[in-house]
């Protein structure tokens, strides 16, 4: 595969990485809860899996700033997500969707003719990092995307946040957490790869309340590989949990398929 069609598949990707990464809003932010210095990381961490949010479904548009150093775009898209099932994107009049479940990431591209239809090798590859399904939905709802509860770790205040450090670091990756005290939902999460000067790092601005549900009001992302950045900013708007819905896709016929090899992933 050429470089300019791995260029092409980054750049759909990196599109579509911008509409999985997302944020909602509200009239009403969530400001509840003081910073308590006396906490333990693992009282933070079970404070943490307390807060993660139980509904049926999630609806609603996004608005989504993508920067790329070269150019910049803004667009709005629809958002549907089945807890734990499915999570549907669609452009308007349907020139990009993207459908995702625990076992496949598939999305089409009317303007370019072609789609894309396997595993989250794509998404990882786009990261640098491996993503399953649940990683994913976790990061769209202010959870960690890593199990926090699998190793331990140091605690430090730090600008009014809980932030989390492993006390063993991996061999691979470093990885550092800020929970936020009002809610003890995530403020920053970070993955790098010093060696190969990748960084994906998450800011949660702020967090609104919903009924009974928060949620992230904006979300910033930055994904740095070598000199080359990326940025993203994300806000949602009219966000509706546990109606009923539907999730219609078909990948048009004629189009073609995008296919990845070695030097893609």
């Not at 969707?97 to 894309?116: G, H």
């Not at 670091?169 to 470093?174: E, N």
């Not at 609104?208 to 979300?219: A, G, R, S, T, V």
Request: with cysteine; aromatic share 10%; glycine share 4%.
């Amino acid at each position: 595969m050429g470089t300019i069609f791995r260029r092409s598949i980054r750049r759909t990707g990196m599109c579509l990485f911008t509409i999985f990464i997302v944020s909602c809003k509200s009239s009403k932010i969530a400001t509840v809860g003081d910073l308590d210095a006396s906490l333990t990381s693992k009282a933070v961490i079970r404070e943490h899996y307390d807060s993660q949010l139980r509904f049926k479904t999630l609806s609603g548009k996004l608005k989504i700033a993508y920067n790329d150093g070269e150019s910049t775009q803004t667009l709005s898209v629809s958002l549907r997500m089945e807890k734990d099932k499915a999570i549907w994107i669609s452009a308007p009049l349907g020139i990009v969707k993207a459908y995702i479940t625990p076992n496949r990431v598939s999305f089409y591209n009317k303007l370019q003719n072609e789609y894309f239809d396997g595993d989250f090798s794509f998404l990882s590859n786009l990261l640098g990092a491996s993503l399953d399904f649940e990683q994913v939905q976790n990061l769209l709802l202010g959870q960690a995307i890593f199990n926090l509860k699998e190793q331990k770790y140091e605690m430090a205040v730090t600008a009014g946040n809980y932030e989390l450090k492993p006390i063993k670091p991996g061999p691979l990756f470093k990885v550092l957490f800020q929970i936020e005290p009002q809610n003890f939902k995530m403020a920053i999460q970070q993955l790098s790869q010093p060696l190969k000067k990748r960084l994906l790092q998450i800011n949660y601005r702020q967090y609104q309340k919903i009924n009974k549900w928060i949620l992230p009001d904006e979300i910033a992302i930055a994904t740095i590989e070598g000199d080359k950045r990326n940025t993203i900013d994300i806000e949602y708007r009219n966000m509706e949990f546990n109606q009923n819905l539907s999730f219609p896709y078909k990948i048009p016929n004629g189009f073609d398929k995008i296919v990845l090899d070695s030097n893609d992933l």
